[in-house]
């Protein structure tokens, strides 16, 4: 997992799989599209658009993707995102290949990362995390998440 501000991306740019996305979402600070899907490179990247009130963590699940890499970008609010190695859950749901998605149980401890305007977080395969969960108020959130197949 990395977490940082967008504008610190080229720190990552050994990891050449995610320039595009990075590059992709620089333009993309200033405003909320609303939701939907924006194709960028085929399946091989695209981006989600989303617009939601996050909830509490209580109501959350973990999951993990093995064919991408999220890149997870708060555009405008500030929500919770639970983290935890995926090899420590319970798995509640198996990995669905045709959806790219296993979801997990929600363990009794777990790691937060808090992502606020300008932010972002890169998950991996390993990387079980719970997004869009409600840090400290109801505030929308405007995010992005940037779908990177990975090599």
Known sequence: MIADDLSNWRRYEGLAHLKPAFEFLEGQTEVCLGSGRIEIDGDRLFALVQ??????????????HRRYADIQFVS???EMIGCAPADQLEVESPYDPEKDV???????????????????????????H??????????????????????
């Not at 617009?51 to 993990?64: D, L």
């Not at 401890?109 to 390993?126: K, N, R």
């Open 51 to 64: 617009a939601y009130t996050p909830g509490p963590a209580a109501e959350g699940r973990f999951e993990t």
């Open 102 to 128: 296993a979801f997990y149980a929600l363990p009794k401890t777990f790691s937060q990362l808090a992502l606020s305007d300008g932010c972002f977080a890169v998950f991996y395969p390993e990387d079980a």
């Open 76 to 78: 405008r609010g500030r």
């Open 130 to 151: 719970m997004p869009g969960r409600r840090l400290d108020s109801d505030d929308q959130v405007c995010k992005i998440v940037v779908k990177v197949l990975l090599p």
